[in-house]
């Protein structure tokens, strides 16, 4: 039904090493494949790698997975998922995808589940929000969702919603026709906020051990 997309860098540029840090006895990646690996809705896993150690590593620990080496000209390590997903796209034997991130280690496999079945009953493309009920700023302290003389308890807000880039779901053709993961059609999918963590930090990979 759903092929699971997920581009994985050898080297990271914040974090030394991340996508292979040891948790609890597992590296970082290990967590949401295990979890995609047990969704019966994913029938293929591609992983699309810029260094052989990436393969070497992962099936270390799993052997239903699908390994594109990155294209060459598509290896500089700020390139958009977009063009991954473009170049990939004929890998992939199901129409329906969903993109996500090895750096996403504690999304729930039932969070996963209810967003697949969103997508399959409305066919709308669906992208993984964090919804926020405070007061935000913009960079020159101008109120963005509040007014300074109208001080509402938070929780009467407007919420604001976080594109926290834990995963997207599309079809070939929606991709195709926006040359993007997002359309104009596309929709908020909200997951809890410790969920939706994604380590981008060493302190995001302090909590995540912690959580965990």
Known sequence: MFTAFLPIKYK?????NKNF?????????????????SIEL???IVIDFDNKKVEETINKFFNNITFVERSKNLSDPYESVNNLIKDNLKNFKNNYIIQTHVTNPLLRKKTIEDALNKY????????????????????????INHKLDELLPTQHL????EENSNFYIFS??????AESRLNKNSEIFEIPILESMDVDTEEDLGLVKKLL
């Open 172 to 177: 070939k053709k929606q991709f195709k026709e």
């Open 158 to 161: 407007p919420p604001v919603y």
């Open 21 to 37: 840090r040891m948790i609890k006895g597992k590296p970082l990646f290990f967590y949401i494949l295990e979890t995609i690996s």
């Open 120 to 143: 399959l009953a409305e066919k709308n493309p669906l992208f993984s929000v964090t919804k926020y009920q405070s007061r935000f700023y913009d960079s020159r302290i101008k109120p």
């Open 42 to 44: 994913i029938e293929e």
């Open 12 to 16: 990271s540029e914040r974090v030394n």
